[in-house]
C-alpha cells in the first residue's frame, strides 16, 4: 500500500432548486438539435455510470487503513457518494422527461450488460481495477465539466434552467474529480493499470456516445438534415470546438506524474467551480457535508 495522498477537501452535498417535472425544450440548446442531442445522450449515460463509481470508491475505501489520513479520505469519499447520488437522481428525472419525448435511452442497457459480463467473467476481481476505470471516467467528466464552466459558447443559448443544471453538474464533478485518484493512489494504484483502463474507458465511452447521440437524432427525425451536421462540426471543431479544448489535457492522463488537480489553464477548474457556486447559490440547498 502507497502513502496517504493528502485528501482532497470535504465536500458539500447539494440539492438542485430545479424542477424539472415541468420538462424543458425538445431542442432545449437555442434550437441546435446536435448540441442538445448530445448533452441528452450524456445524462442517459449518468444514472447507471454513476452508480458505478460509488460502488467503486465507496468499495475500495473500506480497504483504507485506520488512520488520521485514512479516516479524512473516507470523509471525502462519504461526500463525493452524496455528490454522485445527487447527480444521479436528477438526471433520472431528466432522462425520464426524454423518454416522454420519444428518446431511447440504450446507453444505460450497454453500460449495465458490460458490468454484468465483467463480474460474471471476473467475480474476485481486484477492487483497485474498478477504481482505475472510475478515475479514467471521472478525468474525462472532468474534462467536459471543466469546459462547461470555461468556455460559454458550449451552452450558449440553452434554456436558462438547462444551463443551471449543466454546470452545478460541472462544478461539483471539478469538486470531487480527484477522490478516485486519491484512493487508488492510497490503495497502492499502478500507472500500468491507470493508464490501460483509460484506453478502455476513451474508446468505450467515444463508441457509445456516438451510438446514443445518432440514435437520439434518428428518434427526433433530425439525423439526415445538412443543418444537424453544420451543428456538430461547429461543436466539435468550432471557436472553443470540444475536441481543440480537450485533447491536450485527455493526453496528460498518460503522463507518469499525472494528477486530476495540476492545472495549466488559469484560473484553474476549481477556481472557476467555487466562483460558479458562490454566484448561483440560490439555486440548491446544502443538504449534507461540513458546515
Known amino acids: 500500500m502507497h502513502d496517504l495522498t493528502p485528501a482532497p477537501e470535504r465536500l458539500l452535498i447539494r440539492k438542485l432548486e430545479i424542477d424539472l417535472k415541468r420538462g424543458f425544450g ?31 470508491v465507496r468499495e475500495a475505501a473500506k480497504l483504507l487503513p485506520d488512520t488520521a489520513e485514512g479516516a479524512a479520505l473516507r470523509e471525502t469519499v462519504s461526500g463525493f457518494v452524496g455528490q454522485e447520488a445527487t447527480h444521479r437522481h436528477i438526471h433520472g428525472l431528466y432522462n425520464a422527461h426524454l423518454e416522454k419525448q420519444g428518446l431511447d435511452n440504450q446507453w444505460q442497457h450497454w453500460a449495465e450488460a458490460r ?46 434552467d438547462m444551463q443551471v443544471l449543466w454546470r452545478w453538474h460541472a462544478a461539483e464533478e471539478t469538486e ?27 474508446l468505450t465511452f467515444l463508441r457509445d456516445a456516438t451510438r446514443q447521440t445518432l440514435l437520439n437524432l434518428r428518434r427526433d ?59 448561483h447559490a440560490m439555486r440548491f440547498r446544502v443538504v449534507g457535508g461540513p458546515r
Open 26 to 56: 425538445r431542442h432545449w440548446h437555442g434550437g441546435d438539435v446536435f448540441r442538445t442531442q448530445f448533452f441528452n445522450a450524456l445524462s442517459m449515460s449518468f444514472p447507471v455510470g454513476e452508480q458505478f463509481f460509488i460502488d467503486a
Open 115 to 160: 458490468l454484468a459480463r465483467m463480474r460474471a467473467r471476473w467475480p474476485d476481481m481486484d477492487k483497485r481495477h474498478a477504481l482505475a476505470a472510475t478515475c479514467a471516467f471521472e478525468h474525462l467528466t472532468a474534462l467536459l465539466a471543466d469546459g462547461t464552466l470555461r468556455h460559454d459558447r458550449w451552452l450558449e443559448g440553452a434554456e436558462p
Open 176 to 202: 470531487h474529480r480527484a477522490v478516485a485518484f486519491a484512493v487508488y493512489r492510497a490503495l497502492g494504484g499502478d500507472d500500468r493499470w491507470r493508464r490501460r483502463w483509460y484506453v478502455y474507458v476513451c
Open 221 to 279: 427525425g433530425t439525423l439526415w438534415r445538412l443543418a444537424t451536421w453544420r451543428e456538430a462540426a461547429s461543436l466539435f471543431f468550432g471557436r472553443d470546438g470540444l475536441l481543440w479544448r480537450t485533447w491536450r489535457p485527455a493526453l496528460a492522463y498518460f503522463r507518469r506524474d499525472f494528477h486530476p488537480d495540476r492545472e495549466t489553464a488559469q484560473p484553474t477548474a476549481q477556481a472557476l467551480a467555487r466562483d460558479w457556486l458562490a454566484a
